[in-house]
Structure formats: structure tokens, C-alpha cells
């Protein structure tokens, strides 16, 4: 099945820690999101990219950095992580001919 | 400001009791509004889509409408197995392009 997936499922790291979180897909699909997911508040874009060569800030971009490897491949990266990225991180892809997105199964990351 | 909002934050239903979630929105010119339903440690799952007010969509026990200002997904006669959270979302353009604004969901719970 074309999928979404995402690793690492669960990460526990330290202030001042450099983390990536990597998301892959399946589904041919040209447009990749990153978004974040805490307690009592919608799902917030952190970055998105239209192809591999388009990369662009969501509303919630500093402190994060993004690399697109290729169609298939996006990656979150947090510098320097400190405790309120504690949250829940997806990855979503669309297609560019709609605008339905697929989201993968999530990132649980906490930082001490 | 663009804003979504879902009520209530959390519903109780005993199976069988049909009731309704509501999505209310602001945005300057909607694109479409999506529903997504998520269940614990997973990705949000895709629902429907609806473009237009009047639009109606269906899919087993679930039916979401559309008006200008608001979205209602009901449930008729749900099961144990429709417990999850529901998440709303609105297409609106803005910053450059067709984002995507979620609400922070209603968390529902089927008792048998």
C-alpha cells in the first residue's frame, strides 16, 4: 500500500540536543508538509514543500530547519531542541491536482 | 484572523446515540473544509472533503454538511469503534498559498 511513514516513532532527548525526524513516502505525491500537534490545539505547519527545489515557512518555522532529499524523502531537523518542542510531529504529502493531505503515523518527541 | 473552532471539546455517546459535532470557521475565502478523524498515537485519517455550502457527504455512519459559516459532522447510531477524535480543517489562501487551519478537535467517546 502507498504509504506515509515516519521515524523515529518515539524520541526522548536533552536540551541543547540536535534531533532529525525523517518522513518517506510511497505515494508519488510531489507536495510535503511537517506540522505540529500539542494537547488542546489544532495541528500547526511548521514547514512545507512543493518539490524539491521549493522550500517554504509555515507559521510556526523558528527553531526548526528542513531538508527535501528527493520527491519521496523530507526531513525535520531541531537545532538546538529545548523543552517546549515537546510535542507531537507529523508529516503529511499531497498531491499538487488536489488538496486533500495524508498523514503518517506520527513522532512522539520529548525534550528533558 | 483566519480561525477554526470545534465544539464541544469532548462528547460522551452511549451506542446508538446519534448527536452531531460542529465546525465553525472564519477564513477569507474558503477553498474547502476537510474532516479527519485520529485515533490515539496515530496520524490523522482523511474523511471528507466539502467545497460548497449545501454540499453533504456520506460514509457509513457519518455524514458531514456544509454552510458558509460552520461544518457538522453527525453520527447516526455510532458504535465503540467510532470513538476517536475528529478533527476539522479549512483550506483558506494565504501567505502565498493554499494553507490548511485546523481545529483543535472534539475527542469522542461511544460507550457500549
Known amino acids: 500500500d502507498a504509504d506515509v511513514t515516519q521515524t523515529p516513532r518515539n524520541r526522548i532527548t536533552k536540551t541543547g540536543k540536535r534531533i532529525m525526524l525523517e518522513c518517506s513516502q510511497t505515494k508519488g505525491h510531489d507536495r510535503m508538509y511537517w506540522y505540529r500537534q500539542d494537547p488542546g490545539l489544532g495541528l500547526r505547519l511548521i514547514y512545507y514543500s512543493f518539490d524539491v527545489k521549493d522550500i517554504n515557512k509555515g507559521e510556526i518555522s523558528d527553531g526548526y530547519s528542513v531538508s527535501r532529499q528527493a520527491q519521496a524523502k523530507f526531513s525535520l531537523s531541531l537545532e538546538s531542541a529545548i523543552p517546549n518542542q515537546t510535542a507531537l510531529y507529523f508529516c503529511?504529502?499531497?498531491?499538487?491536482?488536489?488538496?486533500?493531505?495524508?498523514f503518517g503515523p506520527g513522532t512522539r518527541l520529548t525534550v528533558l | 484572523e483566519d480561525q477554526v473552532t470545534q465544539s464541544p471539546e469532548a462528547l460522551r455517546l452511549q451506542e446508538g446515540e446519534s448527536s452531531s459535532l460542529n465546525c465553525s470557521y472564519t477564513?477569507?475565502?474558503?477553498?474547502?473544509l476537510f474532516w479527519y478523524r485520529q485515533d490515539p498515537g496515530k496520524g490523522p485519517e482523511f474523511l471528507f472533503t466539502l467545497y460548497s455550502a449545501g454540499e453533504e457527504k456520506e460514509k457509513e455512519r457519518l455524514k458531514a454538511t456544509l454552510t458558509k459559516k460552520e461544518s457538522f459532522l453527525h453520527i447516526t447510531a455510532p458504535k465503540p469503534e467510532d470513538s476517536a477524535t475528529y478533527l476539522c480543517?479549512?483550506?483558506?489562501?494565504?501567505?502565498?498559498?493554499?494553507?490548511?487551519?485546523f481545529g483543535a478537535g472534539t475527542r469522542l467517546a461511544v460507550h457500549p
Open positions: 503529511a504529502t499531497s498531491q499538487s491536482s488536489t488538496s486533500t493531505q495524508f
Open positions: 480543517a479549512v483550506q483558506a489562501f494565504s501567505g502565498g498559498y493554499n494553507k490548511l487551519i
Open positions: 477564513v477569507s475565502g474558503l477553498r474547502g
